[in-house]
C-alpha cells in the first residue's frame, strides 16, 4: 500500500512539475526549440492565392510565389516565378523590388517568420533577443482558449488587446496568431489550417486584420521542398534568377 502511494505521489508530483513548468515567455521559446529542433523543415516553397480586402470585400486577387530558406530566409515573387516584382528578406534586411531593381529597402526582422518558422529550429537564445528587440515583452504571460484549445500568450496580460504579444497553440507548440498596435489601429495576423508536413507542421491560412477587419487572406498550395541549385542566393542582385 505504501509504495502504491509512493508511485501515485510520483506521479502526480510529475504531473504538475510538467503542466508548471512554463511560466514566461523565454521558458516557452525554450520548449519549443527543444521539441521541434532538428524536426522543423529547414526550406519551404509554396503558392498562395493572395486575396486583398476592402469594406468586406475582395478587390484584387493574385497569386504569391515563395519560397523560404532557415534562418529568416523569404523570397516572394508576384504573379510568376519569373517575375521580376517582389519581396526579399534575408540578413535581417526586408527589400521591395521593382522590374528587378531594388526600390525600398530597411533593416527588419520579419517577426511573423521567427515565429513561425525560425524558432523551431535556431539557438533558442537568438529568438529571445530578436523578439526583444521587435518589442514583445516576454515577462508577460498567460494562458487562454483560441478556437477551443489553450494557447500560451505572450507579451500581455490577460485582457490587455493592445500590447505586443503572440499565441502558440499549447499542445503543438504551434504559432497561432500576433497582435501589435500601429498608428492607432489593431493589428492582427492569424495562422490556421494546419497540416503535418515531414515532423513539422505548415499552416494553409493566413489572415490579416486591422481593426477586427480582414484586409487580406493567404491561402497555400502546392506545398513542397524547394527544387533549385541556389536556394542559397538570397541576394538582391539575384532576385531574377532565383526560381525553386
Known amino acids: 500500500m505504501v509504495i502504491k502511494l509512493l508511485i501515485l505521489f510520483v506521479i502526480v508530483l510529475t504531473f504538475f512539475s510538467c503542466e508548471n513548468k512554463i511560466n514566461n515567455g523565454e521558458q516557452l521559446i525554450k520548449?519549443?526549440?527543444?521539441?521541434?529542433?532538428?524536426?522543423?523543415f529547414k526550406n519551404i516553397a509554396f503558392e498562395q492565392n493572395t486575396s486583398f480586402y476592402k469594406y468586406d470585400s475582395i478587390y484584387k486577387k493574385q497569386i504569391w510565389y515563395e519560397v523560404y530558406q532557415f534562418p529568416g530566409k523569404l523570397a516572394i515573387k508576384f504573379d510568376s516565378i519569373s517575375s521580376?516584382?517582389?519581396?526579399?528578406?534575408?540578413?535581417?534586411?526586408?527589400?521591395?523590388?521593382?522590374?528587378?531593381?531594388?526600390?525600398?529597402?530597411?533593416?527588419?526582422?520579419?517577426?511573423?517568420?521567427?515565429?513561425?518558422m525560425d524558432i523551431y529550429s535556431q539557438d533558442a537564445l537568438k529568438t529571445i533577443n530578436q523578439l526583444n528587440e521587435l518589442g514583445y515583452d516576454l515577462s508577460k504571460f498567460y494562458i487562454d482558449i483560441w478556437n477551443g484549445k489553450e494557447a500560451y500568450v505572450v507579451g500581455a496580460e490577460k485582457g490587455d488587446t493592445i500590447s505586443k504579444q503572440f499565441w502558440i497553440e499549447k499542445e503543438r507548440l504551434i504559432f497561432l496568431r500576433a497582435i501589435s498596435h500601429k498608428n492607432a489601429q489593431n493589428v492582427e495576423t492569424v495562422f490556421d489550417n494546419y497540416i503535418r508536413y515531414n515532423k513539422s507542421w505548415i499552416e494553409q491560412t493566413v489572415v490579416f486584420?486591422?481593426?477586427?477587419?480582414?484586409?487580406?487572406?493567404?491561402?497555400?498550395?502546392?506545398?513542397?521542398?524547394?527544387?533549385?541549385?541556389?536556394?542559397?542566393s538570397f541576394e538582391t542582385n539575384n532576385f531574377i534568377n532565383l526560381k525553386w
Open 31 to 40: 520548449e519549443i526549440h527543444n521539441t521541434y529542433h532538428g524536426k522543423w
Open 84 to 116: 521580376r516584382d517582389g519581396y526579399l528578406f534575408a540578413n535581417d534586411t526586408m527589400s521591395i523590388i521593382n522590374e528587378g531593381r531594388v526600390i525600398s529597402q530597411e533593416r527588419k526582422i520579419h517577426d511573423l517568420v521567427v515565429l513561425s
Open 209 to 232: 486584420k486591422i481593426d477586427g477587419k480582414i484586409v487580406m487572406k493567404e491561402e497555400y498550395f502546392n506545398i513542397r521542398k524547394p527544387n533549385i541549385t541556389n536556394i542559397n
